[in-house]
């Protein structure tokens, strides 16, 4: 991980501190001519006080085109590391270095140099959950609401590495019938639901569509009515006639689908056991006072070396020129 070893301060609340953390982060925000960009799968609060809510296309996009000085990144550590490598000049600031992602870990850049080197001549197509060290290795990024879409624009006779999402992996296959090689790596969180509880809460709840990432396994997968990115579920569930969804990904995404269909039920899918681990544990590290602080301290900043920052650009410009 290419960071600096800075440790979040001390989150108690001290008589000089703000009481009010919405007010004191848009002071910090004119301060630092700053934006705050959050994942959907963030707590509620720091979605409300975002300037961007949105998947991992949706925050790269938004990354590479703003005007501020300071990058806020509410999300995991490779999202933020994405928006350091599009804007290299740019203070970004992730408010709590351990949130890293399962996906990302299953991945060492080592191993996977290992892996590539035992496929030459192999493209390689990398899903962004991945560290900036992959990235580098890689020749086109890729997130789930484009994964399908760049594969299709690969010729038919140029074999494929994919990864490191199995189940994402899975997917593409099924939708473009592409015989790729895939890193088996994988989500805690999309590989927890379980298919049995959900078929019990959809004889709970007939008038419910089930929902679901294509980062899920593929007996969660057969049950649903609708596969998508988190920014395609959200668009869904708008558009659907539905009046009730059982929603299987990581649950941050409730809180806009509420927001914008008040009316309409929505129903996380539950995990295995009954731990709440349909919840991402490392996105709910970030807290609204560890933003703030963040914001207050100028720090945790991603900093990346230099030669792994140039050779990972280069694959993530070449998305977003095949998502245009």
């Known amino acids: 991980m290419f960071t600096t070893a800075l440790q979040a301060p001390h989150l108690t609340h001290t008589p000089e501190e703000p009481y009010d953390l919405f007010e004191a982060i848009q002071e910090l925000k004119k301060k630092l001519n700053a934006v705050i960009l959050a994942h959907y799968y963030q707590d509620s609060d720091i979605q409300d006080i975002a300037d961007f809510i949105g998947d991992s296309l949706e925050l790269s996009r938004k990354a590479a085109s703003n005007d501020a000085d300071v990058i806020v990144f509410a999300g995991v550590h490779f999202m933020a590391e994405t928006a350091k490598i599009l804007t290299p000049d740019k203070l970004v600031l992730l408010p709590d270095l351990n949130a890293g992602c399962s996906l990302a870990d299953t991945c060492p850049a080592d191993e996977f140099a290992a892996f590539k080197a035992a ?26 609401s484009n994964a399908v879409k760049i594969v299709r624009q690969i010729p038919e006779n140029q074999p494929i590495i994919f990864g490191p999402d199995r189940n994402l992996g899975r997917y593409v296959i ?75 990904t990581e649950p941050g995404i409730i809180h806009q689908m509420e927001k914008r269909e ?63």
Request: charged residues 20%; contains cysteine.
């Open 174 to 248: 099924e939708q473009t019938g592409r015989d790729m090689v895939l890193w088996q790596g994988a989500c805690i969180v999309h590989e927890n639901f379980s298919e049995k509880k959900i078929v019990q809460l959809k004889i709970a709840h007939p008038e419910a569509e089930i929902i679901a990432h294509p980062e899920c396994e593929p007996p969660v997968l057969r049950h649903a009515d609708y596969i998508g990115s988190t920014a395609a579920l959200l668009k869904y569930v708008q558009a659907s006639a539905s009046q009730a969804f059982i929603v299987a």
């Open 119 to 144: 496929h030459p001549n192999h493209l390689v197509i990398s899903y962004i959950n991945c560290s900036a060290a992959v990235k580098a290795m890689s020749d086109i990024i890729c997130t789930s």
């Open 262 to 324: 008040p009316h309409k039920r929505f129903i996380p899918a539950p995990p295995t056991n009954s731990c709440a681990c349909n919840e991402c544990p490392y996105m709910r590290l970030n807290t609204l006072e560890k933003l703030y602080f963040a914001m207050k301290n100028r720090a945790p900043e991603i900093t990346l070396p230099e030669d792994i920052q140039e050779a990972a650009l280069r694959p993530i410009q070449r998305m977003l020129e095949m998502s245009a």
